[in-house]
């Protein structure tokens, strides 16, 4: 791309400059405070200090061995895939009937679907903590995934019929034509055609439910805690260095993760 | 080609019928009672402008859309309850509609995947598939590095592999440029020919439905207008819709004239008359009835004026390659046109008053 731009727009002028400094700026205060957790993580003092006098690992040794922080990181994990397995699935029909099954209702359900993104996650999350609790599954294991599915599947309905829109109906079509019944066409055709987006609408599903703080603090109970609410919790009680690993393993792991959707996304037709 | 490939493909037309089929979309009748009858391995065109139905007769006897009213019966059998996966039709599609996730070889093994064939014995059909459209050693290509025509080539394939005794396409060649188009369309004739096809093939290009069709079906609003050989839709078109829709042709206004127990025809704004000889209608015709006479550019001779013979004002002469076309101003202030060979034309100058002729046999007369 940058070869073909003519020659003459690289001459440097005044406002080329000043828009490279405030955009460098911008950049700088974003990206500062996520990356000084870094060298904080490294630091051997008991306490968060910047910059650290000297480097050690010690603090991700700890945060490995201890069995707090172990299960919480583990209940996260597990809820997170599961809400991977489950808002994909669902997701992906939801986008399928609004695409492609429903005559004219789909821009109704579209909007049913999609509520919670627009819903303040706070306001959500206290009418999930009432209504959980006179269910009883409030602080269990299906109450996370069920509520972390609710927040996440919109991302996945988005992704997917957004694709599902780009990609040729009448494909589908010469797949029946060719003999395969409805659900084959879609199996055989439609979803491997469109795979990045089902990659990225669970990569986001995922992320989703693996960030979430707020639902997790009024859903948790004492025992079973998230990652990101046990941050909260140490960050109440004694605010020591592991806390900065799990910010870093956090961040190196999300920008992993949002890495390979956006490869997914710019390699989708290789 | 090697001999064997070409017998493994080798599809059995059927005799299609498509009967009282309807088929409304809110208030539109999107196509109003047509009845279609093709015979086994014959090429029919459905021709017609945008929005006269052509897509949905197709769509309906491939099973994607289902009939308010009529059935479809390919090869004796009622078909209108099945669903498209299970009626054994193939379909080429505007846009390819290939699997753009599959190699070459693996879209053309779809059909074949889909009845349980694997192994040798698709590996081989598809080869043998591929060898039909030209593309041998194409299989290991992604659809994305193939051309336009030669994803068509693949579709065709695909759509034929699996030997269905009914092949569909609508617009197969609308999306390729002009050259390449009329390379395909000699390559699809030749292999329809060659596997004995039964093709019902959508279309708006004329040429391609005169060029290609056993026969054409010309559609508008919905209805079959005319269902004949291309030689009959042109030379003696049913009503002024194919006529003024097929071809370049003049339509006279004018009136009927009896005379004794023939009738001629009075050209508007003279005293003119021309003999009729072998028309259809003419049950319904009165002495004086307004009407068009439609005759075709090549048919109109330009000569020295006769008495009581049409004439008119020549206006312009267009040279295009052999023929000169010659626009006459009738005395009604319409422009007749002549297609005449170079030759004839030698004599004739722009301001001109020229005499008109044309065979008695070869116009036809609609009552407007
Ligand atoms: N799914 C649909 N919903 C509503 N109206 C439709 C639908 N499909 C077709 N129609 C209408 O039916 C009529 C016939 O459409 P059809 O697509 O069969 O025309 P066509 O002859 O194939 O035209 P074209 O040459 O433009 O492809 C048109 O008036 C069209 O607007
Ligand atoms: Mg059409």
């Avoid at chain 1, 609710?150 to 034509?177: C, G, H, M, N, W």
């Avoid at chain 2, 609003?221 to 291309?230: L, M």
């Amino acid at each position: 791309m940058a070869a073909s731009v003519p020659s003459r727009q690289r001459s440097v002028s005044l406002g080329r400059l000043l828009l490279v400094f405030f955009a460098g700026l911008v950049l700088v205060f974003l990206a500062l405070p996520t990356i000084v957790v870094v060298p904080v993580s490294l630091s051997p003092t008991e306490y968060l200090s910047f910059p650290p006098e000297s480097l050690t690992l010690r603090w991700y040794g700890e945060f490995l061995t201890d069995e707090k922080w172990v299960r919480a990181t583990l209940l996260s994990l597990r809820i997170g895939l599961s809400v991977t397995l489950l808002t994909t699935i669902v997701g992906t029909m939801a986008a399928l009937a609004i695409v492609r099954g429903l005559r004219g209702g789909g821009p109704l359900v579209n909007a049913l679907v999609t509520a919670p993104l627009v819903i303040p996650t706070i306001v959500y999350a206290i009418a999930i903590l009432l209504f959980f609790s006179k269910i009883g599954v409030s602080g269990s294991f299906w109450g996370f995934v069920f509520a972390h599915s609710a927040l996440a599947v919109p991302y996945v309905v988005l992704i997917v019929s957004a694709a599902l829109y780009r990609f040729d109906a009448s494909t589908e079509l010469a797949a029946q034509s060719l003999g395969a019944s409805r659900v084959q066409a879609i199996w055989h055709v439609t979803l491997p055609a469109i795979r990045p987006a089902l990659a990225t609408g669970a990569i986001f599903a995922f992320l989703t439910s693996f960030d979430d703080a707020t639902v997790s603090f009024f859903l948790a109970n004492l025992n079973d805690v998230t990652l990101p609410r046990k941050m909260f919790e140490n960050l109440q009680f004694f605010v020591s260095p592991v806390l900065a690993v799990v910010a870093t393993l956090l961040t190196l792991f999300t920008l992993a993760l949002f890495g390979a959707a956006q490869w997914l996304r710019t390699n989708r037709n290789g | 080609m090697n001999p064997k490939a070409r017998e493994l493909v080798s599809i059995h037309g059927k005799p299609v019928a498509v009967r009282g089929l309807t088929k409304a979309y809110g208030a539109v009748k999107a196509v109003d009672d047509v009845t279609l009858e093709v015979n086994a391995g014959e090429f029919v065109a459905l021709l017609g402008p945008s929005g006269s139905g052509k897509t949905t007769i197709l769509m309906t006897i491939a099973g994607f859309e289902t009939p308010d009213i009529g059935t479809i019966e390919v090869g004796g059998r009622d078909i209108t309850a099945l669903p498209a996966g299970k009626r054994e039709i193939g379909m080429v599609f505007q846009r390819y509609a290939l699997f753009p996730h599959m190699t070459v070889a693996e879209n053309i093994a779809f059909p074949l995947k889909m009845r349980k064939i694997g192994g040798r014995d698709a590996a081989a059909q598809v080869e043998a598939a591929l060898a039909m459209v030209r593309l041998e050693g194409y299989g290991g290509r992604r659809i994305g590095q193939l051309s336009g025509g030669q994803q068509q080539r693949v579709a065709l394939a695909r759509a034929m592999v699996y030997q269905p005794p009914l092949l569909l396409m609508d617009e197969p060649l609308g999306a390729l440029d002009k050259n390449l188009r009329e390379e395909m369309q000699l390559e699809i004739k030749r292999l329809q020919k060659k596997l004995g096809a039964t093709v019902v093939y959508v279309t708006h290009d004329q040429g391609e439905a005169l060029t290609m069709a056993n026969r054409i079906a010309v559609m508008s609003d919905g209805r079959i207008q005319q269902f004949a050989t291309p030689m009959e839709i042109y030379d003696r078109p049913a009503n002024l819709f194919v006529a003024g829709f097929v071809g370049e042709t003049n339509l006279i206004d004018g009136e009927l004239a009896r005379d004794g127990a023939a009738w001629r025809f009075r050209l508007a704004g003279s005293a003119d008359t021309v003999a009729l000889e072998g028309q259809d209608a003419v049950d319904g015709w009165r002495d004086g009835m307004r009407a068009k006479l439609m005759v075709r550019p090549e048919l109109v001779r330009v000569g020295p004026i006769r008495d009581g013979a049409p004439s008119g004002l020549v206006e312009e002469l267009i040279y295009s390659g052999g023929t000169v076309v010659c626009m006459v101003r009738l005395p009604s202030g319409a422009m007749a046109t002549a297609r005449i060979a170079a030759a004839d034309a030698a004599g004739v100058t722009v301001g001109d008053t020229v005499g008109l002729e044309w065979p008695a046999d070869r116009v036809r007369v609609f009552a407007a």
